[in-house]
Nanobody, 125 residues
């Protein structure tokens, strides 16, 4: 059973940076497709970064060039570096993983099997 625990959220001013971490209790490696999602109040869950089983990354236009997903297999930890933050980035952020060796066709929440509890990011103007 894989468990995911996010940390690193907080409050920052517009233009600032935050780095989120997602510690995994199980064995997560490049055999897993992993991703970060966010959900703002009253909105649906939105994918913001994906690291696929072949090492490729996917970002939506809303965060491209500002967010970077990475993984440290030795530490079983997934990261999301967020730069040039904007007030519209304010949301609860979640890390997610699919099953082993399962390639991700995109940032669709329903295909991810494991989820963390979330960490809040608030960006003030």
């Amino acid at each position: 059973q894989v468990q995911l625990v996010e940390s690193g959220g907080g409050s920052v001013q517009s233009g600032g940076s935050l780095s989120l971490s997602c510690a995994t209790s199980g064995y997560i490696s490049r055999r897993y497709c992993v991703a970060w999602f966010r959900q703002a109040p009253g909105k649906g869950r939105e994918g913001v970064a994906l690291l696929n089983t072949d090492g490729t990354t996917v970002y939506p236009d809303s965060v491209k060039g500002r967010f970077t997903i990475s993984q440290d297999n030795a530490k079983n930890t997934l990261y999301l570096q967020m730069n040039s933050l904007k007030p519209e980035d304010t949301a609860m952020y979640y890390c997610a993983a699919r099953g082993p060796t399962q390639y991700c066709s995109g940032l669709t929440p329903s295909i991810f099997l494991y989820w963390g509890q979330g960490t809040q990011v608030t960006v003030s103007s």
